[in-house]
């Protein structure tokens, strides 16, 4: 079973940087894209940033010039830079694996992580 995990959430002032990992495990052969996307309380997930395999890279307006996402397909990890956080990036941030093609399916299946919380104070 393939498990997506990450790790880099805390509490922050605003104009603070944090940087969120996420590693997929579980014989993996392939992740066609990775990407993060985060829910405020109230609100509905929305996308914050992708990266293909070919580390093509798709971000929201929203975090434009201050979000860097960036990928190691070896270790089947994705990062994100955070920086110049506003209070709205107040968020629980989930990880998404895209299209995992795996040694155990002939299928290709989507992953998410549990999330871990962004909070910028003001």
């Known amino acids: 079973q393939v498990q997506v995990v990450e790790s880099g959430g805390d509490l922050v002032q605003a104009g603070g940087s944090l940087r969120l990992s996420c590693a997929a495990s579980g014989a993996i052969i392939s992740i066609n894209a990775m990407g993060w996307y985060r829910q405020a309380p109230g609100e509905q997930r929305e996308l914050v940033a992708t990266?293909?395999?070919?580390?093509?890279?798709n971000y929201a307006d929203s975090v434009k010039g201050r979000f860097t996402i960036s990928r190691d397909n070896a270790k089947n990890t994705v990062y994100l830079q955070m920086n110049n956080l506003k209070p709205e990036d107040t968020a629980v941030y989930y990880c998404?694996?895209?299209?995992?093609?795996?040694?155990?399916?002939?299928?290709?299946?989507?992953?998410w992580g549990q999330g871990t919380q962004v909070t910028v104070s003001s």
């Open positions: 990266i293909s395999s070919g580390r093509n890279t």
């Open positions: 998404n694996a895209n299209r995992v093609r795996t040694y155990y399916s002939s299928n290709y299946d989507d992953y």
